[in-house]
């Protein structure tokens, strides 16, 4: 729906910038799909929306920005220069030669930590606390980590361990799926956890942890009051 309210602004030299949970939106990444010039980014800066209008910043982190294909050297020199922008707002950016690996870096990390927490209403820290809720949290990283292979994702990090250390960076902090079920808001289970069960279909990889996992927030999600 936002796509379609912004459709007059586009134009192929327009830089359309995708900052978001998941993967599903890299569909967008097909020149057919999109009248402009897309731009994925990815970041661990953490808020909490306390209410309308009071967001909470709930920690630093590292945004990356950068393009699924090649591109012109226009497209390349606008988003150099939107660089030094976001840096002097106080965000710490930069711009990825693969930023495939990084979003699916930051995928590893949702995979693990949104959902569980959503469904058992927990501060992300708490995942750690019992060897139950660590375990299952390894079993859908190493799921996610076994269709990121198969498809041909480079992964330069451990993503149960940097999963692990997400947990205990940011462990007072509410997960967006939490709030998103805390508000009784549509989550992100689709595009996430969804996302991977999608292509692990595809690849004829098995992943029942999070085909359990998105079940359960899909029946949570159809129980929110009316």
């Known amino acids: ?9 586009l134009t192929p030299h327009t830089l ?3 900052l978001q949970n998941g993967i599903s939106h890299l569909r967008y990444n097909n020149a057919e799909q999109l009248p402009a010039t897309p731009v994925f980014a990815t970041s661990s800066e953490g808020a909490t929306r306390l209410g309308a209008g009071h967001i909470r910043h709930a920690g630093s982190g590292h945004t990356y920005l950068g393009f699924l294909r090649p591109q012109d050297n226009g497209a390349t020199t606008k988003l150099e220069q939107l660089l030094p922008i976001l840096q002097n707002s106080g965000l710490a950016s930069s711009l990825s030669n693969d930023i495939q690996a990084n979003l ?3 995928l590893f990390v949702n995979v693990g930590i949104n959902g569980l927490t959503a469904i058992h209403n927990l501060k992300n820290g708490q995942l750690l606390h019992s060897s139950e809720m660590r375990d299952r949290l390894s079993r859908l990283v190493q799921e996610t980590e076994q269709v990121a292979r198969a498809a041909g994702i480079a992964i330069h990090d451990d993503p149960i361990q940097l999963t692990f250390e997400v947990c205990r960076r940011t462990a007072q902090n509410i997960s967006s799926m939490l709030q998103d079920v805390r508000n009784h808001r549509p989550t992100e289970i689709a595009a996430i956890n969804g996302a991977v069960s999608q292509i692990g279909k595809e690849l004829q990889i098995p992943t029942p942890e999070n085909d359990a996992l998105i079940a359960r927030v899909l029946e949570i999600e159809a129980n929110y009051p009316n």
């Open 1 to 9: 729906r936002s796509l379609d309210f912004i459709q007059p602004l």
């Open 104 to 106: 699916w870096a930051k």
């Open 16 to 18: 359309l910038i995708f």
